[in-house]
Structures are given as structure tokens and as C-alpha cells.
Nanobody, 116 residues
Framework: QVQLVESGGGLVQPGGSLRLSCAAS????????WGWYRQAPGKQRELVAE???????NYADSVKGRFTISRDIAKNSVYLQMNSLKPEDTAVYSC??????????WGKGTLVTVSS
């Protein structure tokens, strides 16, 4: 069983920055890709960024140039650096680990609020 725990959310003013962290416990050797997703009130969950086991990254158009996903294999962790935050970035951000054999695990999420 794998557990993912996110941290780093909070309230930030427009233009500010936050760094989200996701720590995994359990076996992480079979992870095909890590992803950060977000869900804003009244909207569907969307992929924000992902990084594959081969370190290929992919970003939603809305965050390109502002957000950066990275990982630390030794710490079984993945991060999302968010810069130039906008009010429309307000959402619950969740971490996802997708395994080669098809199973996906989710964290409970962390709330990011961008407001003045």
C-alpha cells in the first residue's frame, strides 16, 4: 500500500509563490509518473503537471512558464514550485502516483488560495 501526503498549501497574494510537496510511503520503485492535479470549486479536476520516470515533464497550458514540477527519488517526493500565482490558481491540489501496472494512488490534497 502506498500513501501520499501533500503539504505546502496556504493563502498567498496574487503574484506570490508557493512550493507544494508530496511525500510517498511504501514501494515507489514502480512509479511510471508523478502528477499534480487541481480541482477548483464547481470545476472538474485537471492535470496541472506531471513528471515521468524518465524525467519527461508535461504542463497544462495555463501554468506553463509559472509552475515547475520536480522530484527527489531519494526522498520519495515530488514538488510543485508555483510562481506568479493568480486568483484562478485557487484550488485543492492533489498528488498522484501512477504505476506501470496500472494502479494509481492519490493524496488527500492541499488547499491553495490566491487572494488579496
Amino acid at each position: 500500500q502506498v500513501q501520499l501526503v501533500e503539504s505546502g498549501g496556504g493563502l498567498v497574494q496574487p503574484g506570490g509563490s508557493l512550493r507544494l510537496s508530496c511525500a510517498a510511503s511504501g514501494s515507489t520503485s514502480g512509479i511510471r509518473a508523478w502528477g499534480w492535479y487541481r480541482q477548483a470549486p464547481g470545476k472538474q479536476r485537471e492535470l496541472v503537471a506531471e513528471i515521468t520516470s524518465g524525467s519527461i515533464t508535461n504542463y497544462a497550458d495555463s501554468v506553463k512558464g509559472r509552475f515547475t514540477i520536480s522530484r527527489d527519488i531519494a526522498k520519495n517526493s515530488v514538488y510543485l514550485q508555483m510562481n506568479s500565482l493568480k486568483p484562478e490558481d485557487t484550488a485543492v491540489y492533489s498528488c498522484n502516483a501512477a504505476y506501470f501496472y496500472g494502479t494509481k494512488y492519490w493524496g488527500k490534497g492541499t488547499l491553495v488560495t490566491v487572494s488579496s
